[in-house]
């Protein structure tokens, strides 16, 4: 035998011991049920004492690398290898588990796995389908760009300027009116969130919501610490937020127009009562506006236009419109702000695709995105009708639902508590991808998120006849 432990190498006798014998095992010169020399015949061999050779033998052994047998003796055990590649690679279960960021629900990961499967109905999903993208328009546009160096390298902490310029213009049609400067281009509205749960809260703030709440579907806020909390406006909200805030920095979290899931907007009056009483509170407002586009009829000004105060957080985004691909979206909001959200956007991702910006300029500044969007709502105003036909002759005796006044979905309500983890896998199975009320709201076992802007219209027809014969079955 040829190795010895070095007695002036920075490890220990016994860790340079319990190494090599580990190696011998890991490289296939020991293998499974090989016996090992005698304590007395390694301590010789290796010229250390005997009590150095117990202490690693014995560790070894605990750690289930060897095993001693009856009759005598010490072997390598049959589980050695699994056991060392364990202790060489990190726990990575452990590290995922200790991770800050919350996990999806477990309905959430499966509906974003399936929604990968192209034979599958996607009855819930909140996107576009490809037919109302304007593809073809998208690839005309880019022939109609100018592209310098300087375009197409990073952009300034803010965004594009050309592009904030012109969102200027485009939000002044909102009854917001604002600078440049009080604008932050952002990856989509989803990261718009999670910006601000960074920048502007200390852990353990309160952010408030009405229920059913897209905020319950994903974790920006609690995976930033904070804790979102459900309260009603039929309550009596500003006794109910005052008790609740307490001390804590606090947030309002609102989609007045076309509320994702519910489809409801938000009247005149309500929208001036909530913007008072998180005045009179200090309680900011995050308006999530992405869908007011899309309302069949005109809706109400946004909250952003009656905030004389920089009480609004403004958030909007063209995915739900345009391209979700594009992940362009912007924050309209005090300077101090905006320029926090924009220090922590550069330490992320250095700022949102130039490619991104450019083609979305071009469409505000040329009138294409103008006339797009009203296409848009008479195709998707189109749908919903379609599908609302569907609902009255076949799901009138098991379910209700408000007529839809715009943008992607209806919240359809069935008349038992069906909606459960069992239905949604039972529909998997059939090929329907359904979105069920308990991810927006854990207690809401009535609803499904029914989305008219996805599928086609065969498929709408063929999912909503396979929704409807499981749901008959479980409630006969």
């Known amino acids: 035998m040829q190795w010895k432990p070095d007695r002036a190498f920075p490890l220990s006798l016994h860790e340079q011991i319990y190494n090599w014998i580990s190696a011998r095992i890991r490289q296939g010169e020991w293998t499974i049920g090989t016996k090992l020399p005698s304590q007395r015949k390694l301590s010789e061999m290796l010229e250390v004492n005997r009590s150095t050779i117990i202490q690693v033998l014995e560790e070894l052994k605990a750690n289930g690398i060897l095993e001693t047998q009856r009759g005598g003796g010490t072997y390598v055990s049959n589980s050695s290898w699994n056991k060392l590649l364990s202790h060489e690679q990190p726990n990575w279960h452990k590290h995922i588990d200790a991770s800050i960021h919350e996990p999806n629900y477990h309905t959430i990961q499966l509906i974003n796995e399936h929604e990968q499967n192209a034979s599958m109905i996607r009855l819930g999903t909140g996107e576009l389908s490809p037919d109302l993208l304007p593809t073809a328009l998208l690839e005309q546009s880019l022939q109609n760009i100018s592209l310098f160096a300087r375009d197409i390298g990073y952009s300034e902490p803010k965004g594009n300027k050309k592009l904030r310029i012109a ?85 309002f979290y609102t989609v007045p127009t076309l509320n994702n899931p519910s489809g409801r907007i938000l009247t005149m009056e309500d929208r001036q009562a909530l913007l008072d009483i998180c005045t009179s509170l200090q309680i900011p407002i995050i308006e999530d506006d992405v869908y007011h586009e899309l309302t069949f009829e005109d809706a109400p000004p946004s909250m952003k236009s009656m905030d004389h105060s920089g009480q609004v957080l403004y958030i909007g985004s063209v995915s739900k419109t345009l391209s979700p691909g594009l992940r362009i979206g912007w924050v309209v909001a005090p300077e101090p702000v905006i320029n926090r959200l924009a220090d922590i956007k550069m330490q992320t991702d250095y700022g949102s695709s130039a490619f991104s910006q450019q083609i979305v300029t071009h469409w505000l500044t040329s009138g294409l995105y103008d006339s797009h969007v009203g296409k848009l709502r008479r195709q998707l105003q189109s749908r919903a009708a379609f599908v609302e036909e569907i609902l009255t002759k076949d799901f009138g005796q098991l379910a209700s639902w408000e007529k839809p006044k715009g943008g992607f979905y209806i919240w359809l309500r069935f008349n038992e508590p069906i909606v459960n983890k069992a239905l949604f896998q039972q529909l998997i199975k059939q090929k329907v991808l359904i979105n069920p009320g308990y991810i927006y709201d854990p207690k809401d076992f009535h609803h499904i998120r029914l989305s008219y802007a996805y599928a086609t219209l065969e498929e709408l027809k063929q999912g909503l006849h396979i929704l409807l014969n499981v749901v008959a079955q479980k409630t006969s």
């Open 167 to 251: 969102l200027s213009g485009h939000l002044q049609k909102r009854g917001i009116n604002t600078s440049p400067e009080s604008i932050l281009i952002v990856s989509g509205a989803l990261q718009a969130l999670q910006l601000i749960s960074l920048g502007i809260l200390e852990q353990r703030s309160n952010v408030f919501q009405e229920p059913p709440s897209y905020l319950n579907s994903i974790h920006p806020f609690q995976s930033a610490g904070m804790r979102v909390i459900s309260v009603s406006r039929e309550q009596q909200l500003k006794k109910t937020l005052k008790a609740l805030k307490g001390k804590k920095q606090s947030l």
